[in-house]
């Protein structure tokens, strides 16, 4: 199984970055998807999940109206577009699987990637 993020970089507040995240080694539209952070000193947070399906969203409130999961189950990857950036949103950005459905616990994911890091400056 493996689960590999890119797209992160450093840009100026204000800006957008698209995250991508490529899914290999297990069947990867029978699992729900999604984008947590962990900024230094802090836990991982959720950010963003799909469903299997495409179907079910859902969004931490302090991202909601500035970013957008989306899924292409014929590619297996899944992509975090990330609009109107800010300082707090700098933190390492893990993509995961879960079985099943959606789930906004970092806990109750069964696949992570290593990260891909997101800088905004002010």
């Known amino acids: 199984v493996q689960l590999v993020e890119s797209g992160g970089g450093l840009v100026q507040a204000g800006g957008s970055l698209r995250l991508s995240c490529a899914a290999s080694g297990f069947r990867f539209d029978d699992y729900a998807m999604g984008w947590f952070r962990q900024a230094p000193g802090k836990e991982r947070e959720f950010v963003a999940t799909i469903s299997w399906g495409g179907e079910k969203m859902k969004y931490v409130d302090t991202v909601k109206g500035r970013f957008s999961i989306s899924r292409d189950n014929t590619k297996n990857t899944v992509t975090l577009q990330m609009n109107s950036l800010k300082p707090e949103d700098t933190a390492i950005y893990y993509c995961?699987?879960?079985?099943?459905?959606?789930?906004?616990?970092?806990?109750?994911?069964?696949?992570w990637g290593l990260g891909t890091q997101v800088t905004v400056s002010s």
């Open positions: 995961g699987a879960r079985r099943v459905g959606i789930a906004t616990m970092a806990g109750r994911y069964d696949y």
